[in-house]
């Protein structure tokens, strides 16, 4: 009846209108607002009071609330991506809380979601990377190398230029040579080198790839890096005549 569904509502209002800072009243409204929602469903305030209670949720830390809701919202179509900053504010509550959960890979989905809307969100795309990331080390820790490679480089294709993403890019060289893929290894090192030619962890290359190469029987790529760490003057005089040592050795092979 209106006069329930105006009860309903008014216990909504009246609970917020009692909160206070030190007591939020947190529990009572979540409930007041998910039993206005789901009684009233077609009323044009449940979306946003939907939301709110969401994100009173999120804020008490309680995630699986908070994801519930924002899904529910979601899900129902009570915002859509037209309805502007409540869909936005629905997206993102649902996927911190889907973060918070360990749940990577639906947070993921939510700020791709939200990329889509306004590629330019730097924060968002950070929070995008920081959910692939977790899902490689995941996979890493579960010792699914191959599954962790390919998480690792989709954090090249949200953004190539971030730390996060150029670091992936070293550690995918790493876990091919854990493989065994020594090839694949040396092509990443080769590639990652190629691409960012200033970053610190360059000067290690030469000395990784002369081991892969040797590894793999590939003389002239191995020679081609001693002479590279030949010349390099950062490196001590005795590593240099190695290098350099080395480097005639294969090529006479």
Known sequence: SPHARASAYAVVVGLESLATVDNPLTGERVEAAMFFADRFSDDPQVPEVVI???NLAFEAGDYA???MLAGD???NSLVTPGAGELWRTATLILGHSKFELGDFAEAE????RLLAQKPRDK???QRALAAVFQQGDVARTAGDLNLAIGHLDRLMVIDP???LSIAAMFDVASLFESLGQLNLAAERLEQFRKRF???EAVADIPKRLVALYESTGESLPAARELLRINKDGAEEPETRRLALYRAGELLLE
Request: proline share 5%; no cysteine; glycine share 10%.
């Open 73 to 75: 919202g979601l899900a």
């Open 52 to 54: 709110s209670a969401a």
């Open 161 to 163: 230029k971030d730390a």
């Open 65 to 67: 609330v908070a994801g």
């Open 123 to 125: 924060a968002v795309r």
């Open 197 to 199: 030619p200033r970053h």
């Open 109 to 112: 989905a939510a700020y791709l």
